[in-house]
């Protein structure tokens, strides 16, 4: 009898370790099911390899104004800006990259020399060249145009000829969102 108590102490302790074994690896495989997948579409918008933004970003406003021009390689760059909201203005370049398609309105003034003129460009997504949109001058003015714009499309106010002598400035804002 004491052998038959043994065997089934022997028994039940590997069955305990069984019963163990299979609870821990059941609970392993439980954890990894947890761990949902990523959507296929995570909501950033992407160029090439360059993240621009996320579905976030360009769930709000996006809008930006900037002011006091100088030229830079042509391009007019301001140094204060007075509204950057959402994402896409870069202050340092004067360039506004889209990060958010859609329907956006853009605006743009400057006066100096009597030959100045003024020109708002376009550069497409995947372009290597900028394509004029619209102008103002000579001796500078302003000018306002709304612009259907996809991800990726750069756009950026040319000095084409003369100076800045009395301000400039810059803006744009998302009127419809894609």
């Known amino acids: 009898m004491k052998e038959k108590a043994d065997a089934d102490a022997r028994f039940t302790s590997r069955a305990r370790r ?3 074994a299979v609870l821990i690896l059941a609970a392993v495989v439980l954890t990894d099911a947890a761990i949902p997948d990523p959507p296929e579409n995570s909501g950033i918008t ?9 579905a976030a970003d360009c769930a709000g406003l996006v809008a930006f104004s ?5 030229v830079n390689e ?14 896409g203005y870069a202050a340092q370049t004067g360039i506004f990259t889209t990060h958010c398609p859609g329907l956006y ?41 709304l612009l259907d714009v996809e991800a990726g499309d750069q756009l950026a106010v040319f000095v084409e000829s003369g100076k800045i002598t ?5 803006t ?4 419809y969102k894609r």
């Open 46 to 54: 992407t160029i090439g390899s360059k993240k621009l933004a996320t």
């Open 105 to 145: 309105q853009f605006s743009f003034a400057g006066y100096g020399s009597t030959d100045l003129r003024l020109t708002l460009k376009r550069k497409l997504n995947k372009s290597n060249s900028w394509r004029t949109i619209i102008s103002a001058g000579p001796g500078g003015g302003s000018n306002l145009v």
């Open 74 to 87: 042509a391009k007019l760059i301001l140094a204060e800006t007075l509204v950057d909201k959402g994402v």
């Open 66 to 70: 900037a002011i006091q021009g100088s």
């Open 18 to 20: 069984v019963v163990w």
């Open 172 to 175: 744009g804002h998302r009127v």
């Open 166 to 170: 009395d301000g400039a400035s810059f």
